[in-house]
């Protein structure tokens, strides 16, 4: 059983694992959760699907994903910028997950937006049932 | 006019899929590429058949915020009935599942709660007969 406040620990867990700029080792992070680290990986693991390494990997590709959408920024600013230290395994890891190289994505979403906003058609419709902005996007990639 | 369709958000479709057939044990029912995501739908086998739950990704803003609320107040984000829920409670158990509610006795219903792995808490009730 997990307590209200060992869930609330392990959210804030969560965001630690989401920052860019600490990159705090995954022991400091379980020491703040209050747990061994062989305990605090089990747990976060069986809530939240992922361990916290796959969480922090998942977490910057989400957020790579984001800046390249922007393109103001270059492939190689948005590796370092989301916490990866090596250009050529941030474009292996973005290209097997992501389905196409990181270049290749920044020029995909090069739609017009208000400088520094999210791209309307980036924000999927949901919780209307994905009938928003989402279903246009197959007809923003043709356009491009 | 009917309710045939709920959805939840989730914060990864695959192990969402993956969780909610494998684990919970509903059936795919619909997957229509969208985009970048797709239009996920299950279904539970102990029926009604034709309703359906969607797996919505949690991709937009305002759904993530809504989602992690949620979460950290320990609310769930819906309920699925089920006859027997000490037998569930020990299956999902079994497979890992963590819960942050025992069956516990609430008057009409006994209710459970705990963590899908895609970032929601969910309820499971039994009517007390």
Redesign the interface.
């Known amino acids: 059983m997990l307590t209200h406040d060992a869930l609330i620990r392990l959210c804030r867990a969560r965001d630690r694992l989401r920052e860019t700029d600490g990159r705090a080792p995954i022991a400091e992070i379980a020491r703040e959760a209050g747990l061994s680290p062989y305990h605090f990986i089990r747990q976060f693991a069986a809530v939240f699907g992922a361990t916290p390494h796959q969480y922090r990997i998942e977490a910057r590709l989400e957020q790579a994903k984001r800046l390249l959408a922007l393109g103001n920024h270059s492939v190689t600013d948005v590796c370092f910028e989301v916490g990866f230290e090596s250009l050529g395994s941030f474009s292996d890891l973005f290209s097997r997950r992501v389905g196409v190289a990181p270049s290749m994505y920044r020029r995909r979403w090069q739609v017009p937006s208000r400088a520094g906003s999210l791209p309307r058609a980036l924000i999927p419709g949901c919780l209307l049932l994905m009938c928003g902005e989402a279903a246009l996007a197959p007809a923003i990639f043709k356009k491009h | 006019m009917r309710i045939k ?1 709920n ?1 939840i ?1 989730v ?2 479709q695959d ?1 969402a899929l993956r ?1 909610y057939t494998e684990v919970l044990g509903f059936v795919k029912s619909k997957e229509i590429p ?4 797709r ?1 996920l739908t299950v279904v539970s086998p102990e029926g009604p058949a034709d309703v359906e739950l ?1 797996l ?8 993530k915020r ?1 989602q ?1 609320e949620l ?2 107040q ?1 609310i769930p984000l819906t309920a699925f009935e089920v006859d027997d829920i000490r037998a569930e409670y020990e299956r999902l158990k079994k497979h ?7 069956p516990t006795d609430t008057g009409q219903v006994t209710v459970a709660i705990f ?1 899908d ?3 929601n808490l969910i309820q499971i009730y039994q009517h007390v007969k």
Do not use: H, I, R
């Open positions: 369709l959805s958000v914060d990864n192990k969780f969208v985009g970048e995501f239009w969607s919505e990704p949690n991709a937009n803003p305002a759904a809504y992690e979460f950290q320990g890992g599942v963590v819960f942050t509610m025992e963590a792995t895609c970032g």
